[in-house]
């Protein structure tokens, strides 16, 4: 009786020390095996290097706006970034070409090197403006994503006001330029990637524009992209809406959804400028988020389990139009927007911001943020 009693208290013991000491790190196994759709970010942002502010050249020739950033293999960082002459005003839907620029850092400083996607004649769909670029790199490849356009040349504000030039407006479309190297050549295509549709009823038979784009798990390419449509009076046509693609290749053919993306109802032109990325097990977007009503823009966070279902995140505001600095000094700029992520090894750690301000002479003054992304991941196992 005595040898039973003896075998059940060290088997009581023996059970004890394994829900003590092994089931904890059993459910923490179990945890990060299953909880990844749980993870919510609260994205803010860091404070800016001085370095950090991108003008196209020290004599202000040109107009900077959206950025994208990649590393190659050597550890050198190439910037590609929308700029048109400044002397023209607010010109980029006429006059935008995609320069390129290197740093030995992320935050700069960064220095100009060549023209990636110069004019190249109105003949083509892409020949006489090219804007808002987004650069991967895949299987050795860059790829370098772009809203071109070609129209009547014509630049009709001036630099105290912007006046859209229709002719170019609604001949956006989609293209991607590739190439072995960051320096070019780059092979562009005498056709749209993403083309206007053919249906009248569809929401992008006016124009597309404004790609972003990411890789899914299951290796084939997600893009969503800005559209306009013409159930509304043209030119002007709308409503503006963002829908997504997906391809089995990052050059296509990309088979088009018809869901709306980012979507408010009864708005107009909710939101623009997304970035598309995939981490900890969901697909991720930051926003410009437009509320007309309430005469206000700001960064957005959205997620989607598949890619093209999306909602709003729990922690969904993730900048207004304040700017904090190294030195502690905060600017409320004009516009921040163009939000581009920078990837290191699948986690975002930067976001590129084309921001600018008023001069004394009434003149938008533009420039490039890089900004370091301050991410608080909270999951919940339950």
């Known amino acids: 009786m005595e040898t039973y009693l003896k075998h059940l208290i060290d088997m009581r013991n023996l059970i004890f020390f394994f829900l003590l000491i092994i089931s904890p790190f059993t459910l923490y196994l179990i945890a990060g095996n299953n909880s990844s759709k749980d993870v919510s970010y609260k994205i803010s942002l860091g404070k800016v290097y001085h370095t950090a502010i991108f003008h196209d050249s020290p004599h202000g020739m040109y107009s900077v706006w959206g950025a994208s950033v990649v590393q190659d293999d050597d550890g050198l960082f190439h910037m590609y970034y929308s700029r048109w002459p400044k002397h023209l005003g607010w010109a980029w839907l006429t006059d935008s070409e995609i320069a390129h620029a290197v740093s030995e850092s ?55 006001k912007e006046v859209l030039n229709w002719s170019h407006r609604n001949n956006q479309r989609i293209g991607v330029a590739v190439s072995d190297s960051p320096y070019g050549p780059w092979m562009r295509s005498d056709k749209p990637l993403i083309d206007a549709s053919a249906n009248d009823d569809d929401y992008d038979c006016l124009m597309t524009s404004n790609p972003s784009l990411c890789q899914m798990p299951d290796g084939r390419y997600l893009m969503i992209y800005k559209a306009v449509g013409k159930k509304f009076p043209l030119p002007q ?11 089995d ?29 995939y981490q900890d097990g969901k697909f991720r977007a930051i926003v410009k988020r437009m509320e007309t009503a309430k005469n206000r823009c700001f960064l957005m966070q959205f997620e989607s389990d598949n890619g093209l279902d999306w909602k709003k995140s729990e922690h969904f505001i993730v900048s207004g139009l304040n700017v904090t600095f190294e030195d502690g000094s905060i600017v409320k700029l004009s ?42 991941k909270n ?3 339950f």
């Open 335 to 376: 516009h921040l927007e163009r939000p581009q992520v920078y990837l290191h090894n699948g986690e975002a750690g930067y976001i590129l911001c084309a921001a600018d301000s008023i001069d004394s002479n009434n003149v938008r003054q533009s420039f490039n943020l890089q900004i370091p992304l301050i991410i608080e």
């Open 249 to 277: 290749s990052p050059t296509g053919p990309f088979k088009k959804f018809s869901k709306l993306v980012f979507h408010f109802e009864g708005e107009r032109f909710p939101a623009e400028d997304p970035y598309i990325w």
């Open 237 to 247: 046509g709308g409503p503006v809406v963002h829908l997504a693609a997906i391809s």
């Open 379 to 381: 999951v919940s196992t």
């Open 106 to 160: 992320i935050t700069g400083p960064w220095r100009f090197v060549d023209v990636a996607l110069k004019r190249r004649g109105k003949e083509f769909w892409d020949g006489w403006c090219t804007h808002n670029p987004t650069i991967h790199k895949f299987d050795g490849k860059y790829y370098l994503y772009y809203m071109g356009n070609t129209g009547d040349g014509k630049v009709i504000g001036t630099p105290q």
